[in-house]
Each structure stands twice: as C-alpha cells, then as structure tokens.
C-alpha cells in the first residue's frame, strides 16, 4: 500500500513539473499579437476659453515609450493651436491599421485655422518608437509612384513642388485596400486645399454614384480630339473621380482609335462632331449627312456603338440639322481656350463664370488646357462642384429633351 501511494506521489510529481515547464515556455516565447486593438483605450483632451474650444480623441497602448510619442506631438501642437489670439476650434479624433509590425495611428482634424484635415504617426511595433514610410516601402518606387499620379492630377506647379519634397514628411493614410497621401507639409501658394492623390493597391479608381441632395454639377465637354494630349487628360479626370464628354472629329478619331476605346470604356463619353468639323450650315442636306454618317460609321466600327450627342462645329445649328434628330449640345461658358492658350486664362474664365448646370467647352488640342485643367478640378470640387460627362449631368439633374439644342441644364 506504501509503495501504491508513492507512485501516486511520484507521478504527482512529474504532471506538476510538467505544468510548470510549460508555463515557463508560453511566457517566456509567446507574445500577444499586435493586432488586438482591444489593448488600446481612448483618453480626451478638453480645453475651454472665451476664444478657444479644443476637443481632442487620442490613443493609449500599453507600451509607454508609445503613449510619450503621442503626447508629445499633440500636446505641441495643441500648444501651438492656444497661442494664437482668435477665435478658434480644434477636433481632432482618430484611427488605427495595423499591418506587418507596425501601426499606422491617423488623426483626423477639423481646425477652423487652416485647411490640414490629416495628420498620422507611423510606429515600428518592435522597437516602439516612431519610423518612417522609406522604412516600409521602397523608396524610389513609392517616390515614383507618387510623382506620376501626382503630374497627372494636378498642376506643373504643384507637381515640382512635391517631386522636389521629402516623401517621410506626407501624411500616409493606409487601409488594406488603398493608401492616400497628403502633402501637408509643403506650402502651395493661391490655392485653398491640400492636394492628395490615393495609391489603390488593386489599381482601381474608386467611383462613388450615390446621389447627393443639393449636389453641384458641372459639365466638361472637349472639342476637336483625340489628339497626343487626350490620353493624359482622361487619366487627370479619372484620378480626380471626374468624367467629361469629348466632341471628336471623325478624321482624328480615324488616326487614334486606342485613344477612341481608352474613352468609351471609362466613366467619360464620346459625342460627334463631324467628321471633318464643316460648318453644317454652310452645305446642303445630302453634304450634311455624308460629314455626319462619316463620323457615325467610323465610330461604330470602333466601339460597335453608336452616339448619343452632336456638337455641330462652331455651335452652328439650323433647321436641317435639327431634322437629324440628335440631341444637340452645345455650351455656355467659352474659355476660348484655343484664342487664349494661357492656362491661368483659362481656369479664371471657368472659376469666375462656373454654375450649376453649366457647360463648359474647351478643347483636348492644346497642352494648356490639359495644364487649366488640373488646375480647375481641384478647386472646383473645393467649391462643391462635382465634374461630370454630359450623361451624367443629365442623369443627377433628371433633365428631359424638348427637340431643342441644350447650353445649359437646369
């Protein structure tokens, strides 16, 4: 019976130092994943005067060398923030992504001082302590990419200002599958936004057709293409969530039909505008329909489709025309764009003249105008403007045809 007990003595023994063996192991080589946001608490900052109101949303984690770096930023910038003698609001709040081993901490900020909405803090979760985007990703390949994104978007000014920037110093917003970058840091003189450009990690421009009550409307609408610039025009639209309708001559669309397919498979469209951009009013009926079914027969066997609108050259127009029964578009706002050749022209004559419902006509033959262009999209969308094709317009505005040559949509 001693002996019974001993055994189950021994073997008592041996289970707990085996308990014990392993308690050591999973403490001492296990460690939490850094993906368990549930280990973070969110700590507020408030502060009220007669002049200011700050309101202030921040993470904390576990790691202290982390939360220093934090507040160390934020109590700064809020310092900064008090100092200045007007009457002012600060809401900051924010977001965290995690990826590989490191988190992105993003600050979103509402500051009626300036125009900054976003700011982030990028932590290497190994070492706690602040890295960089160079860190992460290569960094002539991300410079590369942004740069390229950059010249098609927005304006040579502003394009040689970023290229000449430190990329560590933009704002990086990541998720899993986009990354948009702000370029805070860099002063851009005359213009009232900050430019940004989104990285889409499955090449894919984001479209968003929900309707928006109270919504502006402009249309953009170019003449007399393709030409060696259209291609670069389409892409600055496209990366700026814009669509145009392009009025083409038939004998240019003859001599760039991948240009031709690049528009009819995008969010823009294409309309006639002759074949050979005759005036329409100047020659008789059988001529008219020769320029007009040119044009059509050419670009059906292009797109095996056909057009929706006829830009008559010149906006001339007269009864024969109108029995062609076309919807016929015409335009309101002339930048003259092709008398001009002056960008900074063109953009004051649309930005002072822009309206809801507008048509605007430029045209894809000048390199000036694809320089007005971007500089005009950015700063009518910070006016509430959305760009959109002739369709769409007609589409968000429910407008219906009477038979009658349209200039504007109501």
């Known amino acids: 019976m001693t002996d019974y007990k001993s055994m189950i003595f021994e073997y008592l023994f041996y289970i707990i130092i085996l308990f014990i063996i392993l308690y050591v192991s999973v403490n001492l080589f ?27 949303e921040y993470p904390r984690f576990k790691e202290d060398k982390i939360n220093e770096i ?19 609001v600060l809401d900051i709040s924010y977001n965290l992504y995690y990826f590989k081993n490191y988190v992105n901490i993003t600050f979103h900020i509402e500051n009626t001082l300036n125009n900054i909405k976003n700011k982030n803090i990028l932590i290497d979760l190994n070492t706690n302590n602040i890295t960089y985007i160079t860190n992460i990703y290569d960094e002539q390949t991300l410079k590369n990419e942004i740069n390229e994104l950059v010249y098609y978007k927005y304006s040579n000014e502003i394009y040689n200002l970023i290229k000449n920037s ?9 998720d899993d599958n986009k990354m948009d970058v702000y370029f805070n840091n860099i002063s851009f003189k005359e ?19 929900n309707k928006v009550e109270n919504k502006k409307y402009i249309s953009f609408t170019f003449d007399d293409g393709p030409s060696e610039y259209t291609s670069e025009l389409l892409k600055t639209l496209e990366l700026n969530n814009s669509s145009a309708t392009f009025f083409m001559i038939g004998s240019s669309m003859k001599n760039n039909e991948q240009t031709v397919l690049e528009i009819y498979n995008s969010n823009s469209e294409i309309g006639s505008h002759g074949y ?46 109108l029995s062609l029964n076309y919807n016929i578009v015409l335009w309101n706002i002339d930048t003259k764009d092709w008398l001009l050749r002056d960008s900074n022209k063109i953009y004051n004559n649309v930005i002072t003249n822009a309206c809801d419902g507008c048509i ?16 005009i999209i950015p700063a009518l969308n910070e006016m509430g403007y959305e760009i ?10 429910e407008f219906i045809y009477n038979n009658e040559p349209i200039s504007y949509i109501k």
């Not at 009926?285 to 057009?307: A, P, Q």
């Open 30 to 56: 296990y460690k939490e994943p850094v993906k368990e946001e549930a280990n973070n608490i969110t700590s507020k900052i408030e502060y009220k005067d007669e002049q200011t109101s700050i309101y202030v």
């Open 191 to 209: 213009i009232d936004y900050i430019p940004y450009i989104t990285i889409e990690y499955n090449n894919t421009v984001s479209n968003n057709d």
């Open 70 to 88: 934090i507040t160390n930023i934020l109590y700064s910038y809020i310092k900064d923030f008090k100092k200045i003698d007007e009457n002012k």
């Open 276 to 321: 050979s951009h005759k005036d329409l009013t100047q020659i008789n009926k059988s001529e008219i329909n020769k320029e007009i079914n040119s044009f059509n027969i050419l670009f059906k066997e292009i797109t095996s489709d056909k057009v929706k609108y006829l830009r008559p050259a010149y906006g001339k127009y007269n009864d024969n025309i």
């Open 388 to 397: 959109v094709s002739i369709s769409k317009m007609i589409k968000e505005k």
């Open 166 to 174: 430190n990329i560590n110093n933009f704002t990086y917003i990541i």
């Open 360 to 375: 605007v006509l430029m045209h894809d033959i000048y390199p000036e105008t694809i320089e007005a262009t971007k500089k």
